[in-house]
């Protein structure tokens, strides 16, 4: 079994930066993929930005050269650098693995931008 901690979420002027991170915990050897995924209300899911176990990233248009995936293997952590922040970014954040081809999702961090 897996479990995901997400934290780094908050209020921020539209403008501003905030860095999210989620720390994988439990039976794992390796992490072969990490991302990001947003929910903003009344819409779906979506997908922000992943990761592979390669180093190969993924960004949605939405937030290309605004947000940067990264993560660290040794804490099984994965981070999202969000700079210029938008209204529109306003959402509850979610971060997803995959674990010996299993999907593991976080309970999501909120992240307000205000005007």
């Known amino acids: 079994q897996v479990q995901l901690v997400e934290s780094g979420g908050g209020l921020v002027q539209a403008g501003g930066s905030l860095r999210l991170s989620c720390v994988a915990s439990g039976s794992i050897f390796s992490i072969d993929f990490m991302g990001w995924y947003r929910q903003a209300p009344g819409k779906q899911r979506e997908l922000v930005a992943t990761i592979n176990s390669g180093n190969i990233t993924y960004y949605a248009d939405s937030v290309k050269g605004r947000f940067t995936i990264s993560r660290d293997n040794a804490k099984r952590t994965v981070y999202l650098q969000m700079n210029s922040l938008k209204q529109e970014d306003t959402a509850v954040y979610y971060c997803?693995?995959?674990?010996?081809?299993?999907?593991?999702w976080g309970k999501g961090t909120l992240v307000t931008v205000s005007s």
């Open positions: 997803k693995v995959i674990v010996y081809a299993m999907d593991y």
